[in-house]
């Protein structure tokens, strides 16, 4: 645990996440606390307080995309630079040391199990993953152990998800993600609407949909409580072999005014998928795609020819295989905007 008396200042800090300067504080408050504590205890003081003042730092370089970094809003384009590597590699050296020790001041239910990762941005854990259990159980407490902005629900089910949808924990969060069961199957879609129907969403940016079918994306088109959604993941696709009728409902939907990035991973583009996502482009003011998916040699020569694409700010599609000669024609087409 860290020194006594470091309640306040922690406080401080979910009161405030996107101030940098009171997380600074807290590390200057570990260093020079550290010394009254036993050895192993004040390695782990102050390697935080040197893991909090290198994510800081790197955090503080040009974003990237959007569609890439909504969560951790580090710019991967900022790779190749010398000092953002150093950095990488300091706080990867520093997590690997006292990840463990870290993760032990969590409660213990908000603790990760089953494998599931524990993510830090700027020095402190920003994400949950948890079961319907755990978290109706819970809601009600302060949450004021780490700067949360994300939450991963898990095995929700209906009765759990009015309870949710009707707490106001909901509203300091500015992403979600339906991260699907222990079984590997998504969401039933009338969960995802009960949740998407909380009064208490009006500040979410980005929503994460693990194997989304054509209702579950029709759940989200159809919420009426979004009003500054910025970004739709989608990973997979489940019951049917492609996602074009749930980007239409996308497309169509007046209730999604903020919407301007959308990313797939996980899945073989089709002919309907790219056909919907060129009217998207056109008919919306969304300008960021994200296409970490199989984007196959004939469709990747769509991309390039089509005139629907023109007013993309970002086109990223890293995580396909495309030939030398296909990348100098996506180059040609896209110059800057293109992601590869």
């Known amino acids: 645990m860290p020194p006594p008396g470091y309640e306040p200042l922690l406080r401080a800090i979910c009161a405030n996440p996107d101030d ?70 300091r706080c990867t050296e520093l997590f690997d040391r006292f990840w463990l020790t870290w993760q032990s001041e969590l409660p213990e239910w908000a603790r990760p199990h089953d494998g599931m990762p524990l993510w830090f941005e700027r020095g402190f854990p920003y994400q949950l993953c948890l079961g319907g259990s755990v978290l109706t159980k819970h809601f009600e407490e302060p949450w004021d152990f780490c700067p949360l902005h994300r939450l991963c629900v898990l095995e929700l089910g209906p009765t759990q998800a009015r309870k949710l949808a009707r707490s106001s924990l909901l509203a300091r969060f500015t992403e979600l993600e339906f991260g699907g069961t222990h079984g590997g199957s998504a969401f039933d879609s009338r969960i995802v609407e009960t949740v998407l129907g909380s009064p208490h969403l009006r500040g979410l940016r980005a929503i994460h949909l ?131």
Not at 33 to 62: D, H, M, T, W, Y
Not at 314 to 338: H, W, Y
């Open 210 to 340: 693990l194997y989304p079918d054509a209702a579950t994306l029709a759940a989200v088109a159809a919420a009426d409580g979004l009003p500054n959604l910025r970004m739709i993941a989608l990973r997979g696709c489940q019951g049917a072999r492609s996602l074009s009728g749930g980007l239409r409902r996308i497309r169509r939907s007046e209730r999604l005014p903020a919407l301007r990035a959308i990313f797939l991973t996980e899945y073989t583009l089709t002919a309907a998928d790219l056909g919907e996502l060129e009217l998207l482009v056109t008919e919306t003011e969304v300008d960021e795609l994200a296409l970490d998916a199989w984007v196959s040699p004939a469709l990747q020569g769509r991309l390039a020819r089509s005139p629907h694409f023109a007013r993309l700010r970002v086109l990223d599609l890293r995580g396909n295989r495309i030939t030398p000669a296909k990348e100098a024609v996506l180059r040609k087409r896209f110059g800057e905007t293109l992601r590869i």
């Open 20 to 89: 940098d300067t009171v997380r600074l504080a807290y590390a200057d408050w570990l260093d020079e606390n550290a010394p009254a504590l036993k050895p192993r205890a004040r390695a782990s003081a102050v390697g935080r307080a040197e893991f909090i003042r290198c994510q800081v730092r790197r955090a503080s370089f040009p974003e990237g995309p959007p569609v890439w970094e909504e969560s951790v809003r580090i710019s991967k384009d900022a790779v190749g630079f010398p000092e953002w590597e150093e950095l990488d590699g």
